[in-house]
């Protein structure tokens, strides 16, 4: 990782605008890039940098070969797999120019997640600040209707971070609103389509197996015209349930959409249709409960509650 100044070749290199301190001791070098910045920083907030300038011989060893660059100690961080765009929004955040917040978007966060992972530059508190802040962008418990545009991308760097407070939401999203994949480039797709997303292999698979499970216990539920304590009641539900209730979820693939295909029903103006108040306040609450059931149910499809 790291390597004796003079015999580092900068030519082609162009310091960062922003990121090149003339009082900086440490120079990072990343793809083009150099970054002149302060040691004290680095080592104040990671156990991996203050590893390496405890080396105390590794360290001496460069600087007495670093005139050249006027005397700092470079660190070279194309071995670390890190980008360029989050190790700027690392510094970034270090150096107070952006804070994270919940207001951050989340490519923001997802760069910091990634650079200040162990397998990066392992930054434990600014990790798990993160985090933290991650789960915040997605809502807990049985909310239908919700979307992201970054569903994918969050399911893989949940479950590479184990982040599993996430997984329920994230799985369910990415089965109800994407079309998922995993292809080395996403397909073309016109208005009005479901985004293609990509995620791995094993985030795929599993996707699968949770639609099933959503079809193989909402479809009897859809299928069957609700029963009511009045007779009246449940004609009108024998009657309306195909073009209210089946048709639309056949359009929109509802089957595997539970908690937005109940939702829709519980919109339904019942009372309108016939039903009297009493059936439709009941079936109301029936359905809400059926949705936190589904809702409770994803945590064993998904292995989540297992000892």
């Known amino acids: 990782m790291s390597r004796p100044a003079d015999l580092f ?14 009082d900086g001791l ?16 680095l080592c104040r907030h990671s156990p991996y940098f203050l590893g390496i300038f405890e080396d105390a011989s590794a360290v001496g060893k460069q600087e007495d ?3 050249g660059l006027g005397g700092c100690t470079f660190l070279d961080l194309d071995s670390r797999q890190v980008s360029v765009v989050d190790l700027v929004s690392l510094l970034e955040h270090l150096y107070h120019d952006v804070p994270l917040a919940s207001s951050t978007d989340f490519s923001r966060i997802a760069s910091l997640l990634r650079i200040t992972s162990k397998e990066q530059l392992d930054f434990p508190m600014i990790h798990e600040l993160a985090r933290h802040t991650l789960r915040t962008l997605f809502p807990e418990g049985p909310i239908p209707y919700f979307h992201s545009d970054h569903s994918g991308e969050a399911l893989d760097l ?8 996430l997984f329920k939401r994230l799985f369910y999203t990415v089965v109800t609103t994407a079309q998922f994949h995993e292809v080395n480039e ?11 997303i990509i995620i791995s292999t094993e985030n795929s ?19 069957t015209p609700p029963a009511t304590s009045h007779m009246a009641c449940t004609d009108v539900f024998a009657d309306k349930w195909m073009p209210l209730v089946i048709q639309p979820a056949l359009e929109d693939d509802g089957v595997y959409k539970p908690l937005e295909s109940l939702e829709r029903i519980k919109l339904i103006d019942w009372g309108k249709e016939g039903l009297c108040t009493s059936c439709v306040k009941d079936k109301k609450v029936e359905w809400t409960e059926e949705q936190e059931t589904v809702w409770n149910l994803i945590d064993g499809w998904l292995g989540l509650n297992r000892t």
């Open 9 to 22: 070749d900068t030519s082609g290199k162009r310091r960062h605008p922003v990121f090149w301190f003339p």
């Open 158 to 165: 949940a479950t590479k971070y184990q982040l599993e407070p």
């Open 186 to 196: 996403p397909d073309a797709h016109s208005n009005g389509t479901p985004i293609n």
């Open 205 to 223: 698979r599993r996707c699968e197996e949770l639609m099933a499970d959503l079809i193989n216990h909402f479809t009897p539920i859809l299928f």
């Open 26 to 41: 440490t120079i990072l070098g990343l793809e083009d890039h150099l970054f002149r910045v302060h040691t004290t920083v």
């Open 65 to 67: 070969s670093s005139a």
